[in-house]
């Protein structure tokens, strides 16, 4: 058994890590982990008992992508990301500061088309930015995945958290965590 990962003799033997529902409760070098530290089971966008956080809760998990070190970026390779397509990031950044929900997409897309039927369909005001399609405007489009750090379009945000795409929309209405 090891001590320091396992969740059921966390740090010693039968140190058992607090459950939850639809979570996980990691061991982390043999300590139990706090609750902010709960990742959500696969499905499951409430697991910390409060809906409006809960979707940044469930991405805190997902954020934790390989990335480069900062200190092995040049200062003028970071000018040159910071300022890539600035006025298309700072258009978006202001909508998800501003507007509850923000769709960003792309035309011709048909996950950003489903994405957009669904919060109609339920209701749930919106705004909705677009930016080219399959044959134009993809350096804008490129900006906007490298401040998001997400790959697809669409891009769903809800109050200032990115959600993440049309699958995991439909995943945050069909729980509830997102009503007209």
Not at 10 to 39: I, Y
Not at 92 to 113: I, L, S, Y
Not at 119 to 130: I, S
Request: a positive charge.
């Amino acid at each position: 058994m090891r001590l320091a990962t396992s969740a059921r003799h966390c740090g010693r033997c039968d140190n058992v890590c607090e459950r939850r529902p639809n979570a996980e409760a990691p061991c982390v070098d043999g300590v139990c982990a706090f609750a902010c530290a709960f990742a959500c089971a696969f499905g499951f966008l409430d697991c910390n008992g409060v809906r409006r956080r809960a979707i940044a809760h469930r991405l805190r998990g997902l954020m934790d992508i390989p990335k480069l070190s900062s200190d092995k970026v040049s200062p003028a390779a970071r000018d040159v990301v910071a300022g890539f397509h600035r006025a298309v990031v700072d258009e978006v950044a202001a909508a998800v500061a501003r507007d509850r929900v923000v769709v960003v997409g792309m035309a011709q897309n048909p996950f950003v088309k489903k994405a957009r039927k669904a919060l109609d369909d339920a209701g749930v005001k919106f705004t909705y930015l677009e930016y080219g399609s399959y044959v134009s405007q993809w350096k804008p489009r490129l900006a906007l995945k490298l401040w998001a750090g997400f790959p697809t379009f669409p891009m769903v945000f809800v109050d200032g958290s990115l959600v993440g795409g049309h699958a995991q929309l439909v995943a945050l209405l069909a729980s509830g965590g997102l009503k007209a």
